[in-house]
């Protein structure tokens, strides 16, 4: 059974970090591209981070030099240090799973910056 699960999430203050973890049920989990995405209130799901199959990661600019995602291949997970937080990195985190047009998503953790 193919499954995705997040966790990690939680309350925090500006400034303050949290570390999400997507635990991935996959077969041949090393030849999948691995992604975190997020969504604000009202707004559409973006892409935050990609950790590709040949372990070359990427991050997008709004994130750049505070977010970092990583993978452990043997045991099949995906990390999202967050560090540096942001009220506007307020959203639902998912974590997403793809190779050819085989795309898994994780039922999402909800991360929340706030004084």
């Known amino acids: 059974q193919v499954q995705l699960v997040e966790s990690g999430g939680g309350l925090v203050q500006p400034g303050g970090s949290l570390r999400l973890s997507c635990a991935a049920s996959?077969?041949?989990?090393?030849?999948?591209?691995m992604a975190w995405y997020r969504q604000h209130p009202g707004k559409e799901r973006e892409l935050v981070a990609t950790?590709?199959?040949?372990?070359?990661?990427s991050s997008e600019d709004s994130v750049k030099g505070r977010f970092t995602i990583s993978r452990d291949n043997a045991k099949k997970f995906v990390y999202l240090q967050m560090n540096s937080l942001k009220p506007e990195d307020t959203a639902v985190y998912y974590c997403?799973?793809?190779?050819?047009?085989?795309?898994?998503w994780g039922q999402g953790t909800q991360v929340t910056v706030s004084s």
């Open positions: 997403n799973a793809h190779k050819w047009d085989r795309i898994y």
């Open positions: 996959l077969d041949n989990f090393m030849l999948y591209g």
């Open positions: 950790a590709a199959s040949d372990g070359i990661t």
